[in-house]
């Protein structure tokens, strides 16, 4: 019982919880490396989910509580939605938007379980890992700068023709077109994805003090 509890003591301590999550991440960042050299696809590694548990894993080592926050607003929602259309193929066969039809097809093998581990768990444990730090403005500006840094490089150096994070068109509806969407593609995934993931991400922080608070009553 000594290792046990010392190990859940060493946990409680911040410092080292990070380090812990942080070197999750940074595994998790290997297993995408290698899927996509494997699989030749190196102009992928500008998708969201194939760089940002690398973002999580410096974070995390930095303690940088309001940056990893300000990631998870830009991803939550996206991989929230990945989630739903995954449970809904594998159980029914049904997908509401078709975009987890690839992991299905069987032609990626083994390294199927890359994409289904990283967008099932990525954002998912960098917000409960974080839920009871406050988002503050600094957030949303860490998650503007990110959007920018991410529509610039992934217009400079992704091919067009793969729509990398979907900034040419909207994901399987390329037949749905927002006038002036490309120009558009920051602004829309500032208000759509960031803005509300903020409110989310306060209203858990704001859940857990009441908890926290009734439960020194």
Not at 12 to 22: A, F, S, T, V
Not at 27 to 39: D, G, K, P, S, T
Not at 43 to 68: D, E, S, V, Y
Not at 136 to 163: D, G
Request: glycine content about 6%; some cysteine; proline content about 4%.
């Amino acid at each position: 019982m000594l290792l046990p509890t010392k190990f859940y003591n060493w946990i409680k301590q911040e410092k080292y919880r990070y380090y812990l999550i942080g070197t999750f991440f940074l595994f998790l960042q290997l297993l995408v490396f290698i899927e996509n050299h494997h699989a030749q696809r190196f102009g992928h590694f500008f998708w969201f989910c194939n760089h940002t548990p690398l973002i999580f894993a410096l974070a995390f080592f930095l303690r940088k509580k309001q940056l990893i926050k300000g990631i998870i607003n830009i991803g939550f929602l996206i991989q929230f939605v990945w989630a739903i259309d995954f449970l809904s193929y594998g159980i029914s066969g049904f997908t509401v938007l078709g975009v987890t039809q690839y992991v299905f097809n069987g032609g990626m093998g083994i390294y199927t379980l890359v994409p289904i581990i990283v967008h099932l768990f990525s954002t998912n444990i960098a917000l409960i890992s974080t839920y009871e730090v406050k988002p503050k403005k600094i957030t949303l500006l860490y998650s503007a700068v990110y959007i920018l840094l991410l529509f610039s490089l992934t217009l400079t150096y992704a091919p067009p023709e793969k729509n990398i994070n979907c900034i040419y068109f909207i994901c399987t509806l390329e037949k749905f077109s927002i006038p002036g969407y490309f120009y558009l593609w920051p602004i829309l995934i500032f208000l759509i994805l960031a803005l509300p993931t903020q409110g989310i991400q306060y209203l858990i922080y704001k859940h857990s003090k009441r908890k926290t608070h009734n439960s020194l009553k």
